[in-house]
Each structure stands twice: as structure tokens, then as C-alpha cells.
């Protein structure tokens, strides 16, 4: 089990990460973050309103179902999202540069680290 810093330097570990976000959905406020390039206090506020707006349409078409992550690829940047299973309102918020990322290994380490983040 790792703390909300342990978690954000775990995600750093990965090929070509810039910044990593824990932030509550609710009111888009980072509960803990680190990286360098990105100022993830907009990215994360800003990100809040699309979680917000899938989840009011999934609502709205009536689909059983739950976010696993979030993708939004620009043009030099991968941007993963990713809701907390066990933490209802929480989301994991990851910034990977294009050029030097996996994006396979990059999903899959922030599912390892949402699994492991205790509060």
C-alpha cells in the first residue's frame, strides 16, 4: 500500500511522464501532485469538468457501467485519466510526453498505482 506521494513519484517512473495529479472530482482541488513542464493545478481543474461530463451522459444513456480511464492524446501529449475504483470521487491524473511514452505500460502503471494508493 502507498501514500499519495509514493504514488505520484511511482508514476513518474514511467518512460516519458511530466506530471501526475491526485484530484477530487467534486470540487477539481489536487490532493497531491509532482511533476515539472505542466501546470497540473489548470490541468486538473480543467480535467474535472470532462470526468463530470462523461459521467452525466453515461448517466443520461442509461449505461451499468464504470470509467476505467480517460484518454486525450494532443499533439506532443498523452493525457490519461483515470477514477478511483475504491475511492468514489478521486482520479488519477497522468501527463506523458508523446515521443518518449508507452502508452500501453502507462495504462497499466496507473491501474498498478490506483490499486495500491491508500488514503
Do not use: C, W
Not at 77 to 82: L, P, S
Not at 94 to 99: E, M, T
Amino acid at each position: 500500500m502507498a501514500n499519495v506521494k509514493q504514488s505520484m513519484e511511482e508514476l513518474m517512473t514511467t518512460d516519458g511522464a511530466m506530471g501526475a495529479a491526485l484530484v477530487d472530482s467534486g470540487s477539481g482541488m489536487v490532493l497531491g501532485h509532482i511533476g515539472s513542464g505542466v501546470d497540473l493545478e489548470v490541468a486538473a481543474a480543467g480535467n474535472t469538468e470532462v470526468v463530470r461530463a462523461k459521467m452525466k451522459t453515461m448517466r443520461a444513456l442509461g449505461l451499468d457501467d464504470a470509467i476505467e480511464d480517460i484518454l486525450i492524446t494532443l499533439g506532443k501529449q498523452y493525457h490519461i485519466i483515470r477514477p478511483m475504483v475504491r475511492q468514489e470521487g478521486l482520479f488519477i491524473y497522468l501527463v506523458l510526453d508523446k515521443s518518449r511514452s508507452n502508452l500501453a505500460l502507462a495504462r497499466r502503471k496507473t491501474a498498478e498505482v490506483e490499486q495500491s494508493l491508500t488514503l
